[in-house]
């Protein structure tokens, strides 16, 4: 939606190709009927006429199949993004990629395949969005460590017993309007253990770490070996990085953000383990290597679900991912298949272990 956003500020620079969905059908039929793409997809049926329409569990991964265009934006979630992100790679062009998935839990695969076909993927994650401008200041040879920012959430610093927090009060983030899990991953600082692995991969920087930075005016930075740093600043707006994916090299007027007011203070933290270890969990994974990431997100993934329905406390989710990863091989070389087959190991170990509760 905040894609479309874009191109309705600049309607002499884009068209609109394909349009996928899930099941929001009513909000696919007045997006078609606004943008008259040549491709629409869902995975329920539409009821849309005029376009080339495909439905079905595989609908997107057809569109993909078909639809070619100079920009490609990958939003779907999970790793129901990875069959039409790899028919997309084959083609060759740009994709903005919002997914984390695809890069946390099959990286090597992603972009060996990005670069086997020389497709240009442009993250859009407002931190990596950040750490792909701040890398054109200078050689990634140069680079000495990328630093992520996390806002910390509702509960960092802050005299808060977490094992009483509801999933209504983890959900609430105090400086980005996101959808519940990637808030309650934000509580959790799950979601920082994530973007620590997508730069990782992303960048192939040797070092990440991140720094609590409660207003999230900066986004990330990196630190070059004689010490300078580099940082991209603006006020929380996700439509600024999507933006940038689409029209990089250049960068077009956008008067819906406002420039940053200098007046302002901005303040820093030190990251606090004890009682957020997931980052640590998360760089321990980058060690491993192999499906060691992937068994952190779907672990995750279950954990936050359990949470939601009151099945476990706040403070456990944490303990989940650390479970999962104790009790599942880590393997080396692996397939999409082989993804799909260990997602489903993990939500039925753990739907089993805590269904009578």
């Not at 499906?291 to 679900?305: H, L, Y």
Request: hydrophobic share 40%; proline share 5%.
């Amino acid at each position: 939606m905040q894609t479309l956003n874009v191109v309705r500020r600049f309607p002499h620079e884009y068209k609109i190709v394909a349009l996928a969905a899930g099941n929001n059908t009513e909000l696919l039929k007045r997006q078609t009927e606004e943008f008259s793409p040549d491709f629409v997809a869902s995975v329920a049926p539409s009821g849309i006429a005029g376009s080339a329409v495909f439905t079905g569990v595989d609908a997107a991964e057809r569109l993909a199949e078909e639809a070619t265009a100079d920009v490609y934006v990958m939003a779907i979630s999970g790793l129901a993004a990875l069959p039409p992100l790899m028919k997309i790679i084959k083609k060759g062009g740009r994709i903005a990629l919002a997914n984390k998935e695809a890069i946390v839990c099959a990286g090597d695969m992603v972009l060996s395949e990005a670069a086997r076909y020389g497709s240009e993927i442009i993250p859009v994650d407002s931190e990596h969005s950040a750490v792909f401008q701040c890398l054109e200041a200078g050689r990634r040879e140069d680079v000495k460590r990328i630093i992520l920012t996390a806002s910390g959430g509702p509960f960092y610093g802050k005299d808060v017993d977490l094992s009483s927090v509801t999933p209504e009060q983890a959900a609430r983030h105090p400086t980005w309007n996101m959808g519940r899990k990637i808030s309650i991953d934000s509580a959790t600082m799950v979601n920082k253990g994530l973007e620590i692995i997508e730069a990782h991969r992303l960048f192939g920087a040797c070092q990440v770490d991140y720094v609590i930075h409660p207003e999230s005016v900066i986004h990330s930075m990196v630190e070059y070996k004689d010490n300078s740093t580099v940082a991209l600043m603006s006020y929380p707006n996700m439509e600024l990085a999507i933006q940038y994916a689409l029209s990089y090299p250049e960068r077009f007027e956008n008067h819906g953000v406002r420039p940053f007011d200098f007046k302002r203070s901005l303040t820093f933290g030190v990251p606090d383990e004890k009682r957020f270890p997931a980052p640590a969990v998360a760089k321990e994974c980058i060690r491993l290597g192999g499906t060691a990431p992937a068994v952190f997100s779907i672990a995750d993934e279950v954990a936050v679900g359990l949470f939601v329905k009151n099945k476990i406390l706040f403070t456990e989710i944490c303990g989940i991912i650390e479970e999962a990863l104790s009790i599942n091989e880590i393997v080396r070389d692996f397939s999409y298949e082989d993804l799909l087959a260990l997602d489903y190991k993990i939500k039925e170990y753990f739907g089993s272990k805590y269904s009578c509760k």
